[in-house]
């Protein structure tokens, strides 16, 4: 008797695993994508009205947009190396954590965005998920803004203390209704 026909139950709860993993990886997916192409869109905007006043800031930001570009193609083949069984060679997971949070906005604010971050407390002692949570929220309320409110202030303000993080994301931009991946 195979496990699928005999027992409903395993069937249901293994589709349902295997539903939760795809809707992860999706995820994965659109924070890694969303985020490295519209910093990288940033840049090619900013190169595309600077190359006739300023060629050397134009062609610094054509470098940036390649390096993240780059950077995005890495990860997406980590995250497709998550679909493998087995361990795959050269390939490491894509996690970043709440350590990282500096860089990445300073990769936003290398595109012409006015980003201001503000962490109070130790960041550094959050457990690996929840820093992994608050790098992803933050990209993605980033992605968002720059997209949604081009040119508005936004202000990033993490707060850490006993194992916790407090994210708050505040733009200067009006509020819209988006269509984003869930």
Same mark, same amino acid.
């Given at each position: 008797?195979? !496990?699928d026909r005999g027992f409903p139950a395993q069937a249901d709860l293994a589709e349902r695993s295997r539903a939760e993993e795809r809707g992860r990886? #999706? %995820? @994965?997916l659109h924070d890694v994508i969303a985020h490295s192409l519209? +910093?990288?869109l940033l840049h090619i905007t900013s190169a595309r009205l600077a190359v @006739? $006043?300023? !060629? #050397?800031?134009? &062609? %610094? =930001?054509? =470098? *940036? #947009? *390649? %390096?993240?570009?780059r950077q995005s193609l890495t990860e997406m083949r980590a995250t497709m190396g998550l679909?493998? &069984?087995g361990p795959v060679d050269g390939i490491a997971a894509p996690v970043p954590g709440a350590g990282q949070l #500096? *860089?990445?906005v300073q990769h936003v604010r290398g595109a012409g965005a006015d980003v201001s971050l503000v962490i109070e407390g130790d960041i550094e002692a959050v457990p690996a998920t929840t820093g992994s949570t608050v790098y992803r929220i933050v990209q993605e309320a980033l992605t968002n803004a720059t997209k949604h409110a081009p040119g508005c202030p936004v202000a990033v %303000? +993490? +707060? =850490?203390g006993g194992g916790r993080a407090e994210v708050d994301v505040d733009s200067a931009g009006p509020?819209? $209704?988006g269509s984003g991946t869930q």
């Open positions: 008797m195979t !496990p990886i #999706a %995820r @994965e519209t +910093v990288s @006739e $006043h300023d !060629p #050397a800031d134009a &062609s %610094r =930001a054509l =470098a *940036e #947009a *390649e %390096r993240l570009g679909l493998r &069984s #500096a *860089e990445l %303000r +993490v +707060v =850490a509020p819209t $209704h």
